[in-house]
């Protein structure tokens, strides 16, 4: 079967650094993803790795290991509007994109 | 004007109705996908195609049906609706690392 496990709940305060893990069991792999959702919206693509090591854009990084099957969303600076549920995503052989249960981030002031 | 666009947005419908939720695409890309999302439970994908002729199940597909009328549509249909298929349906077309999805249709079966 397939499966990704992550954190259900992550809190921290504005201006904080947070990680949220993301391990994952699948049929093939091609690549870890992350995805932010607002409350009410859609997920929105932050990052990709195909290769182990850590990608960085603005205060947003993503790290890999794919020995590990383990990836983590680094998230600095952290502002009110990081406050979202963030998602994992492995690209399978199938070319399908399976998702993680999600982790629902609160940044407090 | 959105690249993937879901109708309708929200939608209530009582048990044993027949209810299509349409999406259509202007990104130009071969592959979409149905996903479904309840509390805790992520995104789940019910169907996916990667072009017109090719239909092919997800994880969760009974009690749901597809069809691929053009590259830039795929709709989805529940044929005898259920209260638990109540959720958030959202429609994605995938590129090479991304998926882009549309804005969901809220869908309440009573």
């Known amino acids: 079967g397939q499966s990704l496990e992550q954190p259900s709940e992550v809190t921290a305060v504005e201006g904080a650094i947070v990680q949220i893990n993301c391990t994952y069991q699948?049929?093939?792999?091609?690549?870890l993803s992350w995805y932010q959702q607002h409350d009410g919206g859609a997920p929105t693509f932050l990052s990709y790795?195909?290769?182990?090591g850590l990608e960085e854009t603005g205060r947003f990084s993503s790290f890999l290991s794919r020995s590990d099957s383990y990836g983590y969303l680094l998230l600095q600076e952290l502002q009110m509007k990081d406050s979202a549920s963030y998602f994992c995503?492995?690209?399978?052989?199938?070319?399908?994109?399976?998702f993680g249960p999600g982790t629902r981030l609160s940044v407090l002031p | 004007d959105a690249d993937v666009t879901q109708t309708p947005r929200n939608r209530i419908t009582k048990t044993g109705k027949r209810i299509m939720l349409e999406c259509s695409q202007t990104?130009?890309?071969?592959?979409m996908y149905w996903y479904r999302q309840d509390p805790g439970l992520g995104l789940r994908l019910i169907y996916y195609?990667?072009?017109?002729?090719?239909?092919n199940k997800g994880e969760i597909s009974d009690g749901y049906s597809v069809s691929r009328q053009a590259q830039a549509k795929f709709s989805l249909s529940l044929e005898s609706a259920i209260p638990n298929q109540t959720a958030l349906y959202f429609c994605?077309?995938?590129?090479?690392?991304?998926?882009?999805f549309g804005q969901g249709t809220r869908l309440t079966v009573v």
């Open positions: 995503a492995v690209k399978d052989y199938g070319q399908n994109f399976v």
């Open positions: 994605a077309v995938g590129e090479n690392t991304e998926a882009f």
């Open positions: 195609s990667f072009d017109v002729k090719d239909i």
């Open positions: 699948t049929s093939g792999f091609y690549g």
């Open positions: 790795n195909a290769l182990d």
């Open positions: 990104k130009g890309h071969d592959r």
